[in-house]
């Protein structure tokens, strides 16, 4: 059971960040567009846990704009993560989703405003390697 233990470990991150963001909105002709820039703040939280070489976590990311002023936020989106793998040494092989979904305490008028929405599936296998130059 010792052993068991002492290859457990917990991870987690808790990240906070400002960030500047623009989209270009397309109309159905092709010709008129409007571009939207925002100033973003974004909350990152991750958990999750590996035992030996084997992980499996996931999280969640919110992305907040400012209303009439930097000191009033309103959040727009949430992206949910999860991935599964195994860390090998020079080769990782696994399992990521992640998913982008309207935050519903935003709705107005029976409408979503933010109307990002979607997913993405992915496995995968990442070689790593490091050189080292002196000592």
Same mark, same amino acid.
């Given at each position: 059971?010792?052993?068991?233990? /002492?290859?457990?470990?917990?991870?987690? #991150?808790?990240?906070?960040?400002? /960030?500047?963001?623009?989209?270009?909105?397309?109309?159905?002709?092709?010709? @008129?567009?409007?571009?939207?820039?925002?100033?973003?703040?974004?909350?990152?939280?991750?958990?999750?846990?590996?035992?030996?070489?084997?992980?499996?976590?996931?999280?969640?990311?919110? #992305? #907040?704009?400012?209303? !009439?002023?930097?000191?009033?936020? #309103?959040?727009?989106? @949430? @992206?949910?993560?999860?991935?599964?793998?195994?860390?090998?040494?020079? +080769?990782?092989?696994?399992?990521?989703? !992640?998913?982008?979904?309207?935050?519903? /305490?935003?709705?107005?008028?029976?409408?979503?405003?933010?109307?990002?929405?979607?997913?993405?599936?992915?496995? +995968?296998?990442?070689?790593?390697?490091?050189? !080292? +130059?002196?000592?």
């Amino acid at each position: 059971m010792s052993t068991f233990i /002492a290859m457990l470990s917990l991870i987690y #991150s808790f990240e906070l960040g400002l /960030a500047e963001s623009g989209y270009v909105l397309w109309k159905n002709n092709g010709d @008129n567009h409007c571009l939207i820039k925002n100033t973003m703040v974004e909350t990152n939280f991750d958990v999750g846990l590996k035992y030996w070489k084997f992980y499996v976590g996931g999280g969640t990311a919110t #992305s #907040s704009i400012p209303k !009439r002023e930097l000191s009033n936020y #309103s959040a727009q989106w @949430n @992206n949910y993560s999860m991935k599964a793998g195994y860390d090998g040494k020079y +080769f990782d092989v696994g399992y990521e989703y !992640r998913c982008i979904h309207p935050v519903m /305490a935003y709705l107005q008028d029976k409408d979503i405003n933010s109307k990002k929405e979607g997913n993405y599936k992915k496995v +995968f296998v990442k070689f790593t390697h490091e050189l !080292r +130059f002196g000592k």
